[in-house]
């Protein structure tokens, strides 16, 4: 009866921490933008992608060839510093080398997931073109 009682204690015991190790990161921003990052800078491109908006996941091989992993794995070690939501969007901030990178986010069938895209159809908004004669 006590080694009944003893199997049955290890086995709660070891499916708790199996459970744990597999912890379900769509449900913070931060835990989403994290794992982004470890995976990116890991090389586990479509990883990446299956916690990406569907538009940044077309990006994210040009992203990989282009820029150093260097700089996703220096990202990924500072670790997350700030974590900021609104509704279905949030902002979560990394401690960079001495700066900060800021990681958008939105929620996609109720899960959060990287939104690099949105950002940088911010970023290349096109100027009016002046010209003078």
Same mark, same amino acid.
């Given at each position: 009866m006590m +080694?009944? @009682? *003893?199997?049955? +204690? =290890?086995m709660?015991?070891?499916?708790?921490?199996?459970? !744990?190790? %597999?912890a379900d990161v769509s449900g913070t921003p931060t835990g989403v933008a994290e794992a982004f990052y470890e #995976?990116?800078?890991? %090389? *586990? &491109? /479509?990883a990446a992608k !299956? $916690? !990406?908006?569907? /538009?940044? +996941? /077309?990006m994210l091989d040009y992203i990989a060839a282009t820029h150093c992993t260097e700089?996703?794995?220096? &990202?990924? #070690?500072?670790? +997350?510093?700030? /974590?900021?939501v609104n509704d279905d969007s949030a902002r979560v901030r990394f401690v960079e080398g001495g700066g900060f990178?800021?990681?958008? $986010?939105? @929620?996609?069938?109720? #899960? =959060?997931?990287?939104?690099?895209?949105?950002?940088?159809?911010?970023?290349?908004?096109p100027e009016p073109v002046r010209v003078l004669l």
């Open positions: +080694a009944a @009682k *003893n199997t049955f +204690a =290890w709660v015991l070891t499916m708790g921490l199996l459970t !744990s190790c %597999g #995976e990116m800078a890991a %090389g *586990n &491109i /479509e !299956s $916690l !990406s908006t569907p /538009e940044t +996941a /077309e700089m996703f794995h220096m &990202i990924a #070690e500072g670790g +997350a510093s700030d /974590e900021r990178a800021t990681v958008p $986010l939105v @929620k996609v069938d109720g #899960e =959060w997931r990287v939104d690099f895209a949105t950002m940088m159809k911010g970023y290349m908004k």
